[in-house]
């Protein structure tokens, strides 16, 4: 069981815009900065945000975040082929002293 | 270029002792925390712990302690994971990463490069 709760799976069709979701507690999100991770099939998870909505030097645009209370959000516009692939998020749980993770979104194509 | 190279893929028996390591290079080793993250077959992202090579100062997941040690040899930019008696349910990839870890108002974290993994085998 996961300290963050995001959906299992969502689906979407090249070309559409996708939403994917990280709910937590005051402890977690309500209180710190959020980090989304993109796993494609097979490799290393990659950073994609940091710091709630911040990039790094190398991801498009496409990807953004955002928070609000406790929850988080990942949104992918655009969808490629290659955006196929297990999201997570990850924050500090300051109830915990560790970090968490998300139990991983798996963004399937229509 | 900053990156994080991992120990090979290990095979052991149930009770065997494994150390694996992350060398980190491009970058000061002793600024950022190092962490380390297991994935089992065919699921999520588990958070293990990290360490700041600088003063040696641990967090470890509540799911880990007592089952694995972290340690850090910052004169060879070099972070270990290790197991005294290692069991079947251990197999999985490990993954070292980055952090970065700064205590503020709010706490700053994310883990921003990854190593490319170790896989444990344990049968």
């Known amino acids: 069981q996961s300290v963050l709760t995001q959906p299992p799976s969502v689906f979407a069709a090249p070309g559409q815009k996708v939403t994917i979701s990280c709910s937590g507690t005051n402890s977690n999100i309500g209180k710190n900065y959020v980090s989304w991770y993109q796993q494609l099939p097979g490799t290393v998870p990659k950073l994609l945000t940091y710091?709630?909505?911040k990039r790094p030097s190398g991801i498009p645009d496409r990807f953004s975040g955002s928070k609000s209370g406790t929850s988080a959000t990942l949104t992918i516009s655009g969808l490629q082929s290659g955006d196929e692939a297990e999201y997570y998020c990850g924050t500090w749980d300051t109830g915990l002293s560790t970090g968490v993770f998300g139990g991983g979104t798996k963004l399937t194509f229509l | 270029e900053v990156q994080l190279v991992q120990s090979g893929a290990e095979v052991k028996k149930p009770g065997e002792s494994l150390k694996i390591s992350c060398e980190g290079s491009?970058?000061?080793?002793?600024?950022?925390?190092i962490g380390w993250v297991r994935q089992m077959p065919g699921k999520g992202l588990e958070w293990m712990g990290i360490i700041y090579p600088d003063d040696s100062d641990i967090r470890y997941s509540p799911s880990f302690r007592g089952q694995v040690t972290i340690s850090v040899d910052r004169s060879i930019n070099t972070a270990y994971l290790q197991w005294s008696s290692l069991r079947a349910s251990d197999t999985a990839m490990y993954y070292c990463?980055?952090?970065?870890?700064?205590?503020?108002?709010?706490?700053?974290?994310?883990?921003?490069?990854w190593g490319k993994g170790t896989t444990v085998t344990v049968s």
């Open positions: 491009g970058y000061r080793f002793s600024d950022y925390w």
């Open positions: 710091e709630n909505n």
């Open positions: 990463a980055r952090v970065v870890y700064i205590l503020a108002n709010s706490i700053y974290y994310h883990m921003d490069v």
